[in-house]
């Protein structure tokens, strides 16, 4: 990136001029310094010198960078500054992705459920979630090998079983916008299980 037999003085106005004229040639960054630390010195003059080894558009460019990290961890809702991330956080997020089915639960409002309900009233609503490794039978890697092989090819299956509820919480009832009273089955999960 750098051309090594160029210097960089700051006490010129211009750039070095470079040697080839045509066109198309892009103009050389001036060469950094080596980004020496003092052993001994405060954790400022130890930013400090580091700082000073940068041009002026690469600390543009550094600031910008952290600026855009800071907000789309904001507008992640994540309360804290992910400039480096911790090591081992790749594993972790394997791990993640691993969870055993499970059954979770999320207070919403009856218009968030998406059943064309207009109601401010608010229900617990539990759903299934995580995955099914664990529940991998011979039935699933036969049916993945007949579809890798193409001998099922038009119908629409699943090589894997899915987690889903076994049973349904108690019917919910609710008053609409419009003081109508409604009442919904199987809206809720009681029980999960890999299907």
């Not at 130890?46 to 800071?70: K, P």
């Not at 972790?92 to 309900?117: F, N």
Request: aromatic residues 8%; positive net charge; proline residues 6%.
């Amino acid at each position: 990136m750098f051309n090594g037999s160029r210097e960089f003085n700051p006490s010129s106005s211009s750039p070095p001029s470079s040697s080839s004229s045509s066109p198309s040639s892009l103009p050389v960054a001036p060469r950094r310094s080596p980004r020496a630390l003092q052993r001994h010195g405060s954790l400022l003059s130890q930013y400090s010198s580091l700082l000073e080894s940068y041009t002026e558009g690469e600390i543009r460019q550094l600031v910008s960078a952290l600026v855009e990290r800071y907000s789309q961890a904001m507008n992640s809702g994540g309360h804290e500054l992910p400039l480096f991330p911790r090591a081992g956080s790749r594993r972790k997020r394997a791990r993640a992705r691993h969870k055993p089915c499970e059954l979770r639960e999320l207070e919403v409002s009856v218009s968030e459920l998406g059943l064309g309900y207009e109601s401010d009233e608010t229900v617990l609503f539990r759903y299934c979630s995580g995955t099914c490794e664990a529940a991998v039978r011979s039935y699933d890697l036969s049916l993945k090998s007949m579809r890798s092989r193409r001998r099922i090819r038009k119908e629409k299956v699943r090589a894997r079983p899915c987690c889903r509820p076994l049973a349904y919480d108690d019917d919910v009832s609710f008053l609409d916008a419009y003081n109508r009273y409604y009442t919904v089955n199987e809206l809720s999960a009681k029980e999960c299980g890999c299907v």
